[in-house]
């Protein structure tokens, strides 16, 4: 593997900046020749997924934890169950 020293790690961090920046720059070009219609769209798009995806993903896992809380309760029950039956057999 190859040795890192604080100018290799600052060279990375000035091309992902610079990387960064150019991207910037792209999208306010892109922004300025959008007509009026179009960066409506755009802002209605960006609304949705800085609000309305988040809330989805965040439901999605609030409903997955309840449902694995549900299943260890309920397998829990059936496997107390079982275990109790064969010694009811027995008597």
């Known amino acids: 593997m190859k040795n890192l020293n604080s100018q290799t790690v600052l060279d990375l961090l000035e091309d992902v900046a610079q990387a960064l920046m150019q ?53 829990g029950k059936q496997r107390d169950r079982r275990d109790q039956e064969p010694s009811e057999r027995e008597q």
């Open 23 to 75: 991207t910037l720059r792209a999208g306010a070009r892109t922004l300025r020749r959008m007509s009026w219609p179009a960066l409506m769209l755009a802002c209605v798009l960006l609304a949705f997924v800085l609000t309305i995806l988040p809330l989805a993903l965040f439901l999605f896992a609030c409903f997955l934890l309840l449902k694995v809380i549900v299943g260890v309760t309920v397998v």
